[in-house]
C-alpha cells in the first residue's frame, strides 16, 4: 500500500504519553497508516527514542516534552501539529500516572496528581484539540483511555478508578456538543501488558510470553481478552479513520483476541410504590425487590489453568 492510499494519508494525530508502552503502539500504528503524530512524554530522551523508532518504520514524527495536565502542554501539542504538520485530525489521550494505595492511607497528593495527570490532562487536551477542528472544520476523531478500573473499581485505586469514570463521563458529553461540528469522541477500555500488569502475579505467563517474543497462552487472550499493546492499536487506528465515522460516544474494550461494546449505565431493575420509597417502605421491601438485581464490583478472574500458575514475588 503506497503512503498516498494509507487509510490515514494526509492526518496529523497527537498522542499523550506516548514515549513507550501502549501509548508508543498507538502512535507507531497511527504513522503505520499514513498519520503524522506528535509523540508527547515528560522525558526528553524517551521521546526523541519513540520519534526514531517511527521514522526508521519510514514514518513522520516531533516530540513535545511537556507534563499532560496544564493548559499550556495541551497548547504546545496543538501548536506542534499545526506548526509541523500543517493541521490536527487525531488525538488520542493517553497520558497517565498511578498512586496506588487503598483510601485511608491515599494522601492529597496522591489523590490530586492522579487526578491532575489523567482526568485534568484529558480535559485541556481535548478543550484545545476540539476547539482547533471547529475553528478550522476539521472533522476530527478524539479517542480517550479509559480502563476496567473506571468501569468496575479496582482495591487500592480510588483515584485512578475516579480519574477512568470521568473520562467515560465526559467522552458521552463530548460526543453530544462535538456531532454537529462532526468530531467523533470515543473511549477505549485496553486489556494489556503494561508495567503495571507486569507485577500481577495472574497475568505472569501472559506477561514473560510477550518479553520473550512468544504468543500468550490462548486463556488469556481470548478468555481474559488479556494482549499486547499492538492488539489495542488497531482500534485506535480504525476509530481515528473516515471509516468510523458513524462510531461516538461509545466505550469500547479490546485486547488479546476479543473486543467489546460496554454499556453505557442504565436502570436494572426499577419498583414503584404508591406514596414514594418511604425508610419504612424500603426496610420491608428493598431486600425482596431489589436483591436479584444489586451489581457487582471489581473485576472477577477465573482460576488460572494448570499449568499457567507463578508464584507470587517473594513466595
Known amino acids: 500500500?503506497?503512503?498516498?492510499?494509507?487509510?490515514?494519508?494526509?492526518?496529523?494525530?497527537?498522542?499523550?504519553?506516548?514515549?513507550?508502552?501502549?501509548?508508543?503502539?498507538?502512535?507507531?500504528?497511527?504513522?503505520r497508516q499514513g498519520a503524522a503524530v506528535v509523540i508527547n512524554d515528560v522525558d526528553a530522551a524517551t521521546a526523541a527514542d519513540a520519534v526514531a523508532s517511527i521514522e526508521a518504520a519510514g514514518g513522520r514524527a516531533v516530540a513535545v516534552v511537556a507534563p499532560v495536565g496544564p493548559t499550556e502542554t495541551a497548547r504546545q501539542l496543538v501548536a506542534a501539529a499545526a506548526e509541523n504538520f500543517g493541521r490536527l485530525d487525531i488525538l488520542v489521550t493517553n497520558a497517565g500516572v498511578l498512586r496506588d494505595t487503598v483510601l485511608w492511607k491515599m494522601s492529597?497528593?496522591?489523590?490530586?496528581?492522579v487526578i491532575n495527570v489523567h482526568l485534568?490532562?484529558?480535559?485541556?487536551?481535548?478543550?484545545?484539540?476540539?476547539?482547533?477542528?471547529?475553528?478550522?472544520?476539521?472533522?476530527?476523531?478524539?479517542?480517550?483511555?479509559?480502563?476496567?478500573?473506571?468501569?468496575?473499581?479496582?482495591f487500592g485505586q480510588t483515584n485512578y478508578a475516579a480519574a477512568k469514570a470521568g473520562i467515560v463521563g465526559m467522552v458521552r458529553t463530548w460526543a453530544l456538543e462535538l456531532k454537529r461540528a462532526g468530531i467523533t469522541a470515543n473511549a477505549v477500555i485496553p486489556v494489556a501488558a503494561t508495567a503495571m500488569t507486569a507485577t500481577v502475579p495472574y497475568f505472569a505467563a501472559a506477561v514473560e510470553a510477550d518479553e520473550k517474543g512468544e504468543p500468550m497462552p490462548a486463556f488469556f487472550r481470548h478468555d481474559l481478552g488479556f494482549g499486547t499493546s499492538e492488539d489495542v492499536a488497531g482500534l485506535i487506528a480504525y476509530l481515528a479513520s473516515d471509516a468510523a465515522a458513524g462510531i461516538t460516544g461509545q466505550a469500547l474494550g479490546v485486547g488479546g483476541d476479543r473486543l467489546q461494546v460496554w454499556s453505557h449505565p442504565d436502570a436494572v431493575a426499577t419498583g414503584y410504590r404508591k406514596g414514594g420509597w418511604t425508610f419504612d417502605a424500603l426496610e420491608s421491601g428493598f431486600i425482596e425487590e431489589f436483591a436479584e438485581s444489586l451489581q457487582g464490583v471489581g473485576e472477577k478472574f477465573p482460576p488460572l489453568p494448570e499449568g499457567l500458575q507463578r508464584p507470587a514475588a517473594g513466595a
Open 120 to 154: 485534568r490532562g484529558t480535559f485541556t487536551c481535548v478543550r484545545e484539540a476540539a476547539t482547533y477542528m471547529r475553528e478550522n472544520e476539521i472533522a476530527g476523531r478524539i479517542i480517550c483511555i479509559g480502563s476496567p478500573t473506571g468501569q468496575r473499581g479496582n
Open 1 to 31: 500500500m503506497s503512503s498516498n492510499d494509507s487509510p490515514l494519508s494526509g492526518k496529523v494525530a497527537i498522542v499523550t504519553g506516548s514515549g513507550r508502552g501502549l501509548g508508543l503502539a498507538y502512535a507507531a500504528e497511527l504513522a
Open 108 to 113: 492529597d497528593d496522591d489523590f490530586d496528581t
